[in-house]
């Protein structure tokens, strides 16, 4: 993953507050240790005392022999035994008062060395995709309020289920697609008329995806397409398509509704051909069917949605419905 430079500073910041979050909670856990067993105070001293002989040892060569040191290592050795014994009977696990790191890698430096460590560039990453999905519904798209008594239960002449059942399946892969995700794999194409309740599933995957911690892009087509434009023109800063390219999930929403044209349709190969390599996973909506995709994406690009995973959303316009029922 990438580090999003424009995020840098609040990304440091954030790791400031991490380094200063657990230090706190290395000095409530040291107050309750003190408060719960007395003794351990007096063993911390000794243990003290025992470093200060050997570093004594250390500097002095004159007087460092073989049985010094190892006496000295032995006593230290025998202090720590009679702590991790207090802690143990007192049901505490030996390692409760070392100290916490978030990302244990970095120490939460936010580098390893001379590189940036990843947990920096998720947060970076992060806080580009929050922006960017500020005006989703996030909120307002959850599986808890998605209503599968929506869709008609009678199942029309000719086909052999109901569109509520075809839902239901729809809505529990949903559900499974976001309890099983690993950040890999190929992702889902989701396919039918407007209203159908596709936004509402992806964000609701989105949803639980973005409290796991994953990092969840959202974007409907014309709009992402229109930031991307903007940036490789120079017209604004950023860099979505790197965001767009190695996010945990991109949800591209509304395929179909934005200007077809060949800048357009080679930027959507890029991005989805560059997932489809990385292996990382993604959503397509779109309201057009197999041909008007092969028309409008041609072969190349189109082949490599229909190698998705394909939901057919099917029912009345939930939007039409919910704005007709309001009314009364
Ligand atoms: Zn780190």
């Not at 230090?23 to 005392?49: F, Q, V």
């Not at 929506?150 to 569109?163: F, G, H, I, L, M």
């Amino acid at each position: 993953m990438r580090l999003n430079k424009m995020y840098l500073d609040g990304a440091l910041k954030t790791l400031s507050e991490r380094r200063e979050q657990n230090k706190r909670l290395e000095n409530t856990r040291r107050s309750e240790i003190l408060k719960k067993i007395p003794e351990y105070e007096k063993l911390e001293a000794e243990l003290a005392l025992t470093m200060n002989e050997v570093i004594s040892l250390a500097l002095d060569k004159s007087a460092l022999t073989e049985e010094k040191v190892n006496a000295a290592f032995e006593k230290n050795q025998a202090i720590r035994q009679k702590m991790n014994d207090l802690f143990e009977k007192n049901g505490y696990p030996a390692d409760y008062l070392e100290p916490i790191f978030t990302c244990p890698k970095c120490r939460d430096k936010g580098n390893t060395g001379s590189e940036w460590c990843e947990c920096l560039c998720r947060l970076t990453n992060e806080m580009a995709a929050a922006e960017l999905n500020q005006n989703a519904p996030l909120a307002k798209s959850r599986f808890d309020n998605f209503d599968l008594n929506r869709y008609p239960d009678e199942t029309p002449k000719k086909e052999s289920v109901s569109p509520r059942e075809i839902m239901r399946d729809n809505f529990e892969y949903c559900k499974k697609f976001s309890e099983d995700f690993r950040g890999e794999g190929s992702g889902v194409l989701m396919m039918g008329s407007t209203g159908l309740g596709k936004t509402h599933l992806s964000l609701g995957i989105a949803n639980v995806l973005i409290k796991k911690g994953f990092c969840v892009v959202y974007g409907s087509v014309p709009e992402l397409i229109r930031k991307i434009q903007d940036q490789q023109f120079g017209r604004a800063d950023g860099d979505i398509l790197s965001l767009a390219t190695s996010c945990d999930l991109l949800i591209l929403d509304d395929l179909g509704a934005e200007n077809s044209t060949d800048w357009c349709v080679s930027m959507l190969y890029e991005i989805i051909n560059t997932r489809q390599n990385r292996r990382l996973p993604l959503i397509i909506n779109t309201n057009l069917d197999f041909d008007e995709l092969r028309d409008k994406y041609q072969d190349r690009l189109s082949s490599r949605m229909f190698s998705m995973k394909i939901l057919f959303f099917e029912g009345y316009d939930n939007r039409i419905e919910f704005s007709e029922n309001f009314k009364q």
